[in-house]
């Protein structure tokens, strides 16, 4: 039986990024493209045609966090692709029936050399590849592991700097990175149907705060500050000691009700400043409001479940530090409360994308991002919120407006602590109670009818075979899960078989699973195929008849 093809709709941007792919000749292309724009399926897609073009070819992802290592995952499998996200340096060769890896910047940097040799003329994807430089040896890492692959494909969703090192296999105009092809917020709005246009309620505060030389210091939003006092200013204002951040979550639990009357799965997320910061807020929503709350942070090791089961979900609300920011896909967030003291340009955008992404069916897509009003912050949402008039108003190509990136530094926080704050409202053009400004955004919803219809075939295997929904062949039925779900329940059920041999047996479990590897033809379960596993547990179960 021949490959079943997928069906897939590209979107206008989708299919041009496509081309001009196919047309360079360098092995670096860089992709810019706002969240919620679709950069995964544009990279599984680029990956699919290359790997049908190069047979044998390994495709390697590299993600920033962990979670989205099984988001990657998930969605290229969609397509025929499968690619182990469990996978570590100490595993061995990678199983004949999986076409490459999705890895971390954080692995890379422990097992360069090991991912140099899977890497090898291989298709790799670079997603947010600004998280090389976030320290110099990941860069150096990165150039290690990948100097070999036949073309690196490097993904971001906004336009970066480099403020300290060149990040590897970018191409820089002055200290701007140049994008071989860029898809900006305004031009996504313009096409319609693509991203939500996002509304931005500024509030204003009155804080006051002891710094670190013992000095009391008072100030609003709008008294011009030096950097470290500007830091602390919105410490103070975010700090769960005053009445500034309670007043803001009181206004956003109110505006998500609202949503949640027309769309009854809409959540919203609070990004906090640290993990206690991140449980605080919890806390005060359960108890002030009560309503559920998931808590997603890095010190916890279930954090991932959490984030699929609440985009799976119906609860309101999601409070993380970084581990929602940034690639998460959660298309039914559609508020958000930014309350962290990381006000660089390039982390504002990509949160904010946490709140973009478009739901179809769902008639009016306003999303709301709740910020403090300080000048930077003030600076980028305004640049935001231009693009998003011009293109509601006059539905043309617009490129993205770019700010001077500014760096947190907290400075010395020893003595530091907060006397009160009290939020007050916004003088800006995004006040509550103004959001109508714009024209209807119904006007933007999508067209069936546009983009590309192509037909992808599942990519060949190193070995030539094709593997469809997990099998080793095509024709075996599809039952939803994808290859290294399949896996993973074959791995645990032989576990289970020898932990029964053990048992009836007496032998040590290493010369147990030495025997089923010598039977099903493998070293190892970790690179066993589907079809080994299969044969492992099969002569596994017939052992155990025997008793």
Same mark, same amino acid.
């Given at each position: 039986?021949?490959?079943?093809?997928?069906?897939?709709?590209?979107?206008?941007?989708?299919?041009?990024?496509?081309?001009?792919?196919?047309?360079?000749?360098?092995?670096?292309?860089?992709? /810019? +493209?706002?969240?919620?724009?679709? $950069?995964?399926?544009? !990279?599984?897609? %680029? #990956?699919?045609?290359? *790997?049908?073009?190069? =047979?044998?070819?390994?495709?390697?992802? /590299? +993600?920033?966090?962990?979670?989205? $290592?099984?988001?990657? !995952?998930?969605? %290229? #499998?969609?397509?025929? *692709?499968?690619?182990? =996200?469990?996978?570590?340096?100490?595993?061995?060769?990678?199983?004949?029936?999986?076409?490459?890896?999705?890895?971390?910047?954080?692995?890379?940097?422990?097992?360069?050399?090991?991912?140099?040799?899977?890497?090898?003329?291989?298709?790799?994807?670079?997603?947010?590849?600004?998280?090389?430089?976030?320290?110099?040896?990941?860069?150096?890492?990165?150039?290690?592991?990948?100097?070999?692959?036949?073309?690196?494909?490097?993904?971001?969703?906004?336009?970066?700097?480099?403020?300290?090192?060149?990040?590897?296999?970018?191409?820089?105009?002055?200290?701007?990175?140049?994008?071989?092809?860029?898809?900006?917020?305004?031009?996504?709005?313009?096409?319609?149907?693509?991203?939500?246009?996002?509304?931005?309620?500024?509030?204003?505060?009155?804080?006051?705060?002891?710094?670190?030389?013992?000095?009391?210091?008072?100030?609003?939003?709008?008294?011009?500050?030096?950097?470290?006092?500007?830091?602390?200013?919105?410490?103070?204002?975010?700090?769960?000691?005053?009445?500034?951040?309670?007043?803001?979550?009181?206004?956003?639990?109110?505006?998500?009700?609202?949503?949640?009357?027309?769309?009854?799965?809409?959540?919203?997320?609070?990004?906090?400043?640290?993990?206690?910061?991140?449980?605080?807020?919890?806390?005060?929503?359960?108890?002030?409001?009560?309503?559920?709350?998931?808590?997603?942070?890095?010190?916890?090791?279930?954090?991932?479940?959490?984030?699929?089961?609440?985009?799976?979900?119906?609860?309101?609300?999601?409070?993380?530090?970084?581990?929602?920011?940034?690639?998460?896909?959660?298309?039914?967030?559609?508020?958000?409360?930014?309350?962290?003291?990381?006000?660089?340009?390039?982390?504002?955008?990509?949160?904010?994308?946490?709140?973009?992404?478009?739901?179809?069916?769902?008639?009016?897509?306003?999303?709301?991002?709740?910020?403090?009003?300080?000048?930077?912050?003030?600076?980028?949402?305004?640049?935001?919120?231009?693009?998003?008039?011009?293109?509601?108003?006059?539905?043309?190509?617009?490129?993205?407006?770019?700010?001077?990136?500014?760096?947190?530094?907290?400075?010395?926080?020893?003595?530091?602590?907060?006397?009160?704050?009290?939020?007050?409202?916004?003088?800006?053009?995004?006040?509550?109670?103004?959001?109508?400004?714009?024209?209807?955004?119904?006007?933007?919803?999508?067209?069936?009818?546009?983009?590309?219809?192509?037909?992808?075939?599942?990519?060949?295997?190193?070995?030539?075979?094709?593997?469809?929904?997990?099998?080793?062949?095509?024709?075996?039925?599809?039952?939803?899960?994808?290859?290294?779900?399949?896996?993973?329940?074959?791995?645990?059920?032989?576990?289970?078989?020898?932990?029964?041999?053990?048992?009836?047996?007496?032998?040590?479990?290493?010369?147990?699973?030495?025997?089923?590897?010598?039977?099903?033809?493998?070293?190892?379960?970790?690179?066993?195929?589907?079809?080994?596993?299969?044969?492992?547990?099969?002569?596994?179960?017939?052992?155990?008849?025997?008793?």
């Amino acid at each position: 039986m021949a490959a079943r093809p997928t069906r897939l709709r590209l979107r206008p941007w989708q299919k041009a990024a496509l081309d001009r792919l196919a047309a360079t000749s360098s092995k670096d292309f860089l992709a /810019v +493209a706002t969240p919620g724009a679709g $950069k995964t399926t544009f !990279a599984v897609t %680029a #990956a699919v045609q290359n *790997l049908s073009d190069h =047979p044998g070819r390994r495709v390697v992802v /590299v +993600a920033p966090t962990s979670h989205l $290592k099984f988001q990657w !995952a998930a969605s %290229a #499998a969609k397509l025929g *692709l499968h690619l182990e =996200p469990a996978w570590a340096a100490r595993d061995g060769v990678l199983p004949a029936d999986m076409h490459g890896i999705v890895t971390t910047y954080q692995q890379v940097a422990s097992s360069s050399r090991e991912l140099a040799k899977l890497a090898a003329d291989a298709f790799v994807i670079l997603d947010e590849i600004h998280h090389a430089g976030d320290d110099r040896a990941w860069g150096e890492a990165v150039t290690t592991a990948f100097g070999g692959a036949a073309m690196r494909l490097s993904l971001s969703g906004t336009p970066f700097r480099s403020d300290t090192a060149a990040i590897p296999f970018v191409d820089y105009q002055l200290d701007e990175a140049r994008a071989d092809y860029e898809y900006g917020y305004g031009d996504a709005l313009g096409d319609g149907g693509v991203v939500r246009p996002v509304y931005f309620p500024r509030i204003g505060g009155f804080m006051e705060w002891v710094d670190a030389g013992g000095d009391t210091v008072a100030a609003t939003f709008d008294d011009e500050l030096d950097r470290e006092r500007s830091n602390q200013r919105l410490r103070t204002a975010l700090s769960l000691e005053g009445q500034w951040l309670p007043t803001v979550l009181d206004q956003a639990v109110e505006r998500l009700a609202e949503l949640r009357q027309e769309h009854p799965e809409a959540g919203g997320l609070v990004i906090a400043a640290d993990q206690e910061h991140a449980k605080g807020i919890a806390e005060l929503l359960r108890t002030r409001h009560r309503v559920k709350v998931v808590v997603a942070t890095s010190d916890d090791p279930d954090a991932s479940d959490h984030i699929s089961r609440f985009a799976a979900g119906t609860e309101p609300w999601i409070v993380a530090v970084r581990m929602v920011s940034e690639g998460v896909d959660v298309p039914r967030l559609r508020l958000a409360v930014f309350a962290t003291t990381t006000t660089t340009e390039l982390f504002f955008r990509q949160a904010v994308g946490r709140v973009v992404r478009w739901t179809n069916g769902v008639p009016d897509q306003r999303a709301y991002f709740f910020v403090p009003d300080d000048p930077r912050l003030r600076h980028h949402a305004t640049s935001m919120a231009e693009q998003r008039r011009h293109s509601l108003r006059k539905k043309q190509e617009d490129r993205e407006e770019r700010g001077e990136v500014e760096t947190d530094d907290e400075g010395q926080m020893s003595l530091f602590s907060v006397i009160g704050s009290v939020a007050t409202e916004s003088t800006g053009h995004e006040a509550p109670g103004v959001f109508g400004a714009d024209p209807d955004t119904r006007a933007l919803e999508g067209d069936d009818d546009l983009g590309v219809e192509v037909l992808l075939l599942p990519p060949p295997l190193p070995d030539g075979r094709v593997v469809m929904g997990g099998a080793d062949d095509d024709s075996a039925p599809d039952d939803g899960m994808t290859l290294r779900q399949k896996k993973t329940q074959l791995r645990d059920a032989n576990a289970g078989v020898v932990n029964e041999l053990h048992l009836a047996t007496g032998q040590p479990r290493a010369q147990i699973n030495n025997e089923l590897n010598r039977l099903a033809g493998c070293n190892s379960v970790t690179e066993a195929t589907l079809a080994q596993l299969q044969r492992r547990l099969d002569h596994g179960r017939r052992w155990l008849q025997r008793f």
